[in-house]
């Protein structure tokens, strides 16, 4: 808690687990983390649930926030995720988050981006997703039930897109892409509404 991470050249925070059996719930709360050759969190492993709550996580030269091989994240109140040269969040294959209350602007990619199977427990609600030169959201392969839902999604490329993927999107505002507000394409058969 409550640390200033930067200028170095691997990750600022690297948690690891291959803890199979059980359950390793670590909390990031509070940090400053930037300017990292890297990502500035990456999360990976079976058996974790990580906890990310009120940090600034900005000017990495990967990504904001990864989280991969198995592992899950809750990156939920007030994270400022901004200036990431990729992704702020990027979800890999088999991994999944709850994205919730957090402000997701101006990095080089998609500002969250994630999919492929396991991604169906992915929740996005109630961000501020906007000004990334790419997507606000980019889905692809995404499974039901995944949930997109009272978003603010403006002045990005475009707001969001979706690659063959399922899920439910409603009640977010979508304003002011450059492109599309929101782009369907492949085998999408989400339920976009309200």
């Avoid at 640390?3 to 600022?12: A, D, F, T």
């Avoid at 091989?69 to 990156?75: G, L, T, V, W």
């Avoid at 009640?171 to 394409?185: A, D, T």
Wanted: with cysteine.
């Amino acid at each position: 808690m409550a640390n200033e991470i930067e200028k170095s050249h691997g990750h600022g925070i690297l948690i690891n687990s291959d803890f199979k059996e059980g359950k390793f719930n670590p909390v990031i709360k509070g940090n400053s983390i930037s300017n990292w050759k890297f990502n500035g969190i990456q999360v990976q492993g079976d058996g974790l649930r990580v906890t990310i709550n009120n940090n600034t996580i900005n000017n990495n030269r990967k990504w904001g926030i990864k989280v991969l091989e198995y592992a899950k994240a809750d990156i939920i109140g007030k994270n400022n995720i901004h200036t990431n040269y990729n992704q702020g969040i990027l979800i890999v294959e088999g991994s999944s988050c709850k994205i919730i209350e957090n402000t997701i602007i101006k990095n080089s990619k998609a500002n969250i981006a994630f999919g492929g199977k396991g991604s169906s427990e992915t929740k996005i609600e109630r961000n501020e997703i906007s000004k990334s030169i790419a997507e606000g959201i980019f889905m692809a392969k995404a499974e039901r039930p995944t949930l997109i839902n009272e978003n603010i999604i403006c002045d990005n490329f475009d707001g969001i897109t979706l690659l063959d993927s399922d899920g439910k999107i409603m009640n977010n505002l979508i304003e002011g892409n450059q492109r599309w507000g929101i782009q369907c394409s492949g085998k999408t058969i989400a339920d976009i509404s309200k």
